[in-house]
């Protein structure tokens, strides 16, 4: 059996329900029977000739159908389609959102939460340069840094992706305020000043637990307001409907 999830925007149509299971084979019988279902939810898929309304995206797992064979795509068990709309009613944004897959960002979060812990408990704090290293690595190719270990897991049918219309940047931006952070509390073990860098390590695993577990990511809502108020650097605004910070979905 596949599911389908249902965007927030839509959930309204479908009695609050995130994912629908189907037995369809294809993309397309598979929205056809989400709209059999839940009629009312017709007509935000599917336009007055039956055709699939342009600013409907659609992903099978984490891959683009446009990318696949369109609504023929076929669907294997387990297999996860994600209905992902523009903009409510096609309206066009400056900039456009993304889909990002939060599945990838909360596992990252999650391990890295644990290695700061461990490395706490175990007072090793030659480890904190590792990990500030690897995130500013991370951000520097705008992927998070255990995405290795997230591919392991994907592989294993442990965890499925979670696309959601979303802006990369914020998120980006918020793992390098962590790396940053982290350096600073490397340079503070190194001149003696243990104290400090300890206080800073925390502040990381502070930022790192509000977000994976409250769903509100400092670091987006600090790009966020950055960008309202014209920094240079900071141009995405938030998604629709979404407090800045907040985590959409």
Not at 13 to 18: E, H, L, R, S, V
Not at 164 to 177: M, S, T, Y
Not at 231 to 237: I, L
Request: aromatic share 10%.
């Amino acid at each position: 059996m596949s599911y389908i999830r249902v965007p927030t925007a839509l959930r309204a149509y479908t009695d609050g329900q995130i994912e629908v299971p189907t037995e369809a084979a294809t993309v397309g019988g598979a929205l056809q029977e989400l709209a059999d279902r839940y009629p009312g939810l017709a007509p935000h898929l599917f336009g007055a000739e039956g055709k699939l309304r342009p600013y409907v995206n659609l992903f099978v797992n984490d891959q683009d159908v446009r990318a696949l064979a369109g609504v023929h795509t076929p669907l294997a068990e387990s297999d996860q389609l994600m209905i992902l709309p523009s903009v409510a009613g096609g309206r066009r944004m400056s900039t456009p959102l993304k889909a990002v897959d939060h599945s990838a960002l909360k596992t990252s979060m999650a391990v890295r939460l644990g290695f700061l812990l461990a490395i706490f408990i175990t007072d090793q704090s030659w480890l904190v340069p590792i990990l500030a290293a690897l995130m500013l690595i991370g951000t520097a190719r705008g992927k998070p840094e255990f995405t290795f270990g997230y591919r392991a897991l994907r592989r294993a049918n442990w965890i499925s992706p979670e696309l959601i219309q979303d802006n990369p940047e914020p998120h980006r931006f918020a793992l390098g305020v962590g790396g940053t952070f982290l350096a600073g509390a490397t340079l503070a073990f190194g001149s003696g000043s243990p104290a400090l860098g300890w206080v800073l390590t925390w502040i990381v695993i502070a930022l790192v637990g509000l977000n994976l577990f409250g769903g509100f990511c400092v670091g987006c809502a600090v790009y966020y307001w950055s960008s309202r108020v014209g920094v240079p650097g900071f141009s995405k605004a938030p998604p629709p409907g979404v407090f800045p910070g907040r985590r959409p979905g």
